[in-house]
């Protein structure tokens, strides 16, 4: 049991109220709604401490933690000291979207399941009421395994839709009603605190005005200790609850010290408070002014997992707060930068800021976000920072050009591309801007090519970042988190100009700069090194020099896993190239797992022109449509991915006996113009065909050997139709061995039956490179069982055709760069859609489907 929280000296215990809970842990969900005071806190904490055979995580939720990021961490955090050894997740989140996200949930919810008897407690729910983060928590409980448990507190009901809990698991609640005060409880109570004999018509009466509120009999219990006449405070107790806390909470707080007053309501600033943080904001010992609060019963509750700290009942806290800032409007602020300046000598740097902005310290707050370094981005906190500028008004924002231009970088980094290219160029539309920070705003303009439809833009921009660079090599650059260095501008600006080439098509070029900046000597941001790697993988994987690609790619990730940044964004393109990888060698459902990680870590910052290749990907894995396609990403495709999706709307068009033309006739080679000489010659149009080869320009380029592979393939097709066997025998004997060198089967497969068909009868398979082409092309056209072909999606076949290796799950998932938790998901799943319980059951079973071929099985790219 890992639940810390002390539980005050005066509570009562509550058995009948800790079974309920008892028999909750069986279901999902247990709900505990009361408003505040009523006793939510100290009964569940009782209850967690009676249960010595569960783990117990506990989450006291406050308004920070509608920041995805910082939740994520904190949840992981909580949980893995609650279970030693638990595998946390390492999916990444949504932050851009204000969310946890899908991927992570599911991977957070698969660690779980061999965990135990394990319950998560999240108090205080309503702080976040309507954020995106407790929407995320209320499809966690549907996610949760049979062993986990969640356990949601709150004041107000939080409008989630209970009813299917109640109908499928008998949800517990636990409301106003039954944590209500009975006359027996009411007299343990007082006197525990009073510590004076009280007659048994004045428990009735405190029990009967209260109606049985836990913080009213406490207040009634606090103000007969200090009272001459009990009967008296009984008999003036009238009024609603809110006027019975101020009427009980004024006469508890007039008794006490002056001395004590005052510290009380110098704390009251803090969220949470230790002996230190007590002692340099309010100057009093603070272990001892601790102890005795909590002796004293004066509302304070210890903070769960932070042994020495502790924090007001909130109720106590809004009065102490009243009554400071009645007796000095201006001390709040201070002692806010009392509390700050002693998180800094901390290094709890995000905690001060908090302090500094609730001070509108604004000065101090852009000075210490601008001090900071860059293990605030490695740390994946961009939109942190993002948020803490942010919340620096416009007005003192626009006197600080550097502020403004990290706001910029952060905004970009946090996926919110747009509002960062808005901030950039009304930065570089400033007279106050120096030629270093327009140097700055430059490349990190055109680093958000990845987020705009339009490459040609950001194009411009990292040629003219580059230009100044070279043009102004003295130019002071502002240290914004050490982003910022000459070096680093350079590198980014070259790795921009390669991707906006890329999103163009223009793969020459986008290998040149990308390559470029590669080699720049002594840079070693490792999430930019992985994305530029992984961007150079994708490069290499579309012209189909497949070795090198497949080098980088797993270079990027092997860095990724070893720097513990496979959930990070950045090796979105690695797993994207793996799965192109995949398609090229002719089998596409190794690459749907890829694909997957891919997409989700594009999707986690919103860089649509690499989702926009993702979902081309997805149509390239499932060639003739079986499968439903995910939803479009937002915005207009790049141009370079446009071309795809023309180009496999022609193929499907063409292996349904229709020929279509392209948009516009191409005038040198290109996939269009690929899948443009196939369908005319499919059509039997052979003479419009070979006009058609003879008008486009194509030269050899050793660099891109797809092309090269493409032109003789089809070539030999149309030396067959002319007649011309011997020749025909030739190049596709030519195409073919061009292809072996990096195993590409694709562009054979994608041709169709006709070439796989002058393949066998021309050349005879005499190669295994041959052999696995045809192989490839009759298992593709294999009719597998169509229920469970719906049903399987092509990540969950791919992991199908592991299961019969010897490989464990903690192999698959490294073979694959992902989490054992998000094989254990996806095992999970098709277990379950093969009606089956285990492996062995699973290969018999997908054998007997024809979904597994026993000749070729554990295929892995």
């Known amino acids: 049991m890992s639940d810390s929280r002390r539980i005050p000296s005066h509570a009562v215990d509550r058995p009948s109220l800790r079974r309920q809970l008892d028999a909750g842990v069986s279901s999902p969900l247990s709900l505990v709604v009361a408003p505040a005071g009523a006793g939510k806190t100290v009964l569940l904490s009782q209850w967690a401490q009676s249960r010595d055979d569960i783990a117990v995580a506990w989450f006291d939720i406050t308004s920070a933690d509608d920041a995805p990021a910082a939740f994520a961490a904190r949840l992981v955090a909580g949980l893995t000291a609650a279970v030693p050894g638990l595998q946390p997740s390492s999916a990444p989140l949504e932050a851009s979207e204000g969310r946890l996200g899908e991927a992570f949930l599911e991977d957070l919810a698969a660690s779980l399941a061999d965990a135990g008897t394990v319950v998560m407690v999240f108090d205080d729910l309503d702080r976040i009421s309507g954020s995106s983060i407790l929407t995320d928590l209320w499809r966690l409980v549907d996610l949760l395994p049979g062993n986990a448990h969640a356990v949601f507190s709150s004041r107000v009901d939080l409008q989630l839709g209970w009813s299917r809990h109640r109908l499928e698991h008998g949800l517990v609640e636990i409301r106003q009603r039954e944590l209500a005060f009975d006359d027996s409880t009411t007299a343990r109570v007082i006197e525990r605190i009073a510590g004076k004999p009280v007659t048994e018509h004045a428990v009735a009466a405190v029990t009967a005005r209260t109606e049985g509120w836990a913080v009213g009999v406490q207040l009634t219990a606090l103000s007969l200790r200090f009272a001459d006449d009990p009967e008296r405070v009984v008999d003036e107790l009238t009024g609603t609850d809110r006027l019975v806390v101020d009427y009980l909470s004024e006469e508890v707080f007039d008794a006490l010290d002056p001395a004590r007053r005052t510290a009380l309501m110098h704390l009251a600033v803090l969220d949470e408070a230790c002996a230190g943080l007590v002692e340099a904001v309010a100057d009093v010992d603070g272990a001892t002014f601790l102890a005795e609060l909590e002796r004293d019963s004066m509302f304070i509750v210890a903070v769960p997992e932070r042994a020495g700290w502790y924090r007001f009942h909130r109720l ?23 509390a700050a300046d002693w998180h800094l000598e901390e290094h709890d740097l995000e905690t001060a800021l908090e302090y500094l902005l609730r001070a509108r310290r604004w000065d101090r707050v852009l000075e210490r976000v601008l001090m900071s370094g860059r293990e605030v981005f490695e740390q994946g906190r961009a ?68 987020f705009h439809p339009h490459p040609e833009p950001f194009q411009r921009a990292a040629v003219e970042a580059l230009t100044l660079l070279h043009d102004h090599p003295d130019a002071e650059l502002p240290d914004l988190l050490g982003l910022t260095s000459r070096p680093f501008l ?29 080699e720049m000597p002594g840079f070693a941001y490792t999430p930019y090194r992985i994305h530029l790697l992984g961007s ?28 513990g940044l496979l959930a990070h964004p950045a090796p979105a393109d690695a797993y994207l190239a793996r799965a192109i990888l995949a398609i090229q060698r002719g089998e596409p459902d190794v690459g749907a797992l890829a694909l997957e990680e891919g997409l989700v870590r594009a999707s986690s910052n919103q860089r649509t022109q690499l989702m926009w290749i993702g979902h081309a990907i997805s149509m390239l894995i499932d060639p003739d449509g079986e499968q439903a396609v995910g939803t479009e990403p937002p915005g207009p495709p790049p141009p370079m991915v446009r071309q795809w999706l023309i180009n496999i709307a022609m193929r499907r068009a063409r292996l349904r006996g229709v020929v ?44 891109a050997p797809l092309a090269t592979i493409e032109f003789t393939m089809l070539t030999g097709w149309l030396c067959a139709q002319e007649g011309r066997r011997q020749q025909a025998r030739e190049h596709l004997e030519g195409a073919l061995a061009l292809a072996s060198q990096e195993w590409n089967a694709d562009p054979f497969l994608r041709a169709g039956p006709v070439v796989i068909d002058l393949i066998e009868e021309l050349t005879g398979g005499r190669t295994e490179f041959a052999r696995f082409v045809l192989a490839r092309a009759r298992a593709a056209g294999v009719r597998r069982d169509r229920k469970l072909l719906d049903e399987l999606t092509p990540r969950e076949l791919e992991l199908l055709a592991f299961l019969p290796s010897r490989l464990t799950i903690a192999d698959i998932a490294a073979r694959c760069f992902v989490s054992t938790n998000t094989v254990k998901t996806h095992l999970g799943h098709i277990y379950r859609k093969l009606g089956v319980s285990g492996r062995d059951a699973a290969i018999e079973h997908a054998l007997e489907l024809g979904l597994l071929d026993p000749h070729e099985i554990a295929r892995v790219g």
């Open 316 to 338: 106590f806290r809004d009065l102490l707060l009243y009554r400071l800032r009645a007796a000095d409007p201006r001390a709040e602020a201070h002692l806010l930068e009392l």
């Open 383 to 450: 939109a942190t920072v993002a948020r803490w500028i942010g919340r620096v008004p416009p007005e003192v924002r626009a006197s600080n050009v550097d502020a403004q231009l990290l706001l910029a970088i952060a905004e970009g980094m946090s996926g919110r591309g747009l509002i960062a290219v808005d901030a950039i160029h009304s930065l570089l539309a400033s007279r106050d801007i120096s030629i270093g920070q327009r140097q700055i705003a430059l490349a990190y303009l055109a680093a958000c090519v990845q």
């Open 490 to 518: 350079e590198f980014i600006s070259r790795g921009s100009l390669g991707r906006a080439h890329l999103f163009l098509g223009e793969l020459v070029e986008a290998r040149e700069h990308l390559s470029a900046a590669w």
């Open 536 to 563: 150079l993988a994708l490069v290499e994987a579309i012209d189909g020099r497949l070795g090198d690609a497949a080098d980088h790619a797993d270079e990027a990730l092997q860095t990724a896993r070893s720097g």
């Open 660 to 703: 279509t033309a392209p948009p516009a006739p191409a005038s040198s080679w290109s996939p269009v113009a690929f899948e443009e000489v196939a369908g005319l010659l499919a059509d039997g149009q052979t003479s419009a065909a070979h006009a058609r080869i003879g008008r486009l320009r194509f030269e050899p380029d050793p660099l």
